[in-house]
């Protein structure tokens, strides 16, 4: 009769490590499961749709700068610099590759003084002296027009030339001298 109680409290069923490694083995399947499934996924259309779902701001693909120059020396109110000769030296040797993109930024200092004298607002006069460093770029050949931009801001007296990697480009991967490029 004691043979007898001894079994009933007895526990049954499987032992506790094997419930456990079963557990983790069904985890590692899944993580395996997890990698092959992003190995296929476009992440750029997952974050978009994550942002449209949480109601974000879409996001503007712009160029990742790779260097950076300034042309300096321009008087209060005035768009005319004298020192823009080595700002096309750089522009034409960092602009070679056709996957870069320049944005040319016009700063003011944000005095009563760097304004532009006909209408009295330093964003124009920003925009002025942006604009005549692009065109000093274009007419000097060192970079072509369709790979400018153009923007403003607020800081010294100067204009900033930030030249940014695009990527790949359509219209150039045809070309020899990138042929070594994945187009």
């Known amino acids: 009769m004691t043979a007898d109680i001894a079994d009933e409290d007895a526990p049954s ?27 296929s996924l476009d992440h750029r259309a997952m974050a978009a749709a994550m942002r449209a779902a949480f ?19 321009f008087p209060a109110g005035s768009a005319v610099s004298r020192e823009t000769g080595a700002l096309v030296a750089w522009a034409r040797e960092a602009a070679r590759d056709p996957r870069t993109r320049l944005t040319v930024t016009g700063e003011t200092d944000g ?3 760097d304004v ?19 065109a000093l770029l274009v007419r ?8 400018i931009a153009v923007a403003t801001g607020e800081g010294r007296r100067r204009v900033v030339a930030t030249l940014g ?7 150039d991967c045809d070309t020899a001298r990138n042929r070594h490029a994945t187009c």
């Not at 879409?58 to 300096?72: R, S």
């Not at 000097?140 to 790979?147: E, F």
Request: hydrophobic share 55%.
């Open 140 to 147: 000097s050949g060192a970079v072509a027009p369709n790979r």
């Open 55 to 73: 109601d974000g701001p879409a996001v503007q693909e712009t160029e990742m700068p790779v260097a950076i120059a300034a042309a300096v020396g």
């Open 13 to 39: 069923g499987r032992p506790v490590w094997l419930t456990t490694l079963a557990d983790l083995g069904l985890l590692l399947v899944g993580f395996f499961v997890f990698l092959q499934a992003n190995q």
């Open 165 to 171: 990697y695009a990527g790949k480009v359509a219209e």
């Open 111 to 113: 005095s009563a003084a």
């Open 116 to 134: 532009d004298p006909a209408t009295g607002s330093a964003a124009i006069l920003a925009a002025d002296r942006a604009r005549a460093v692009a």
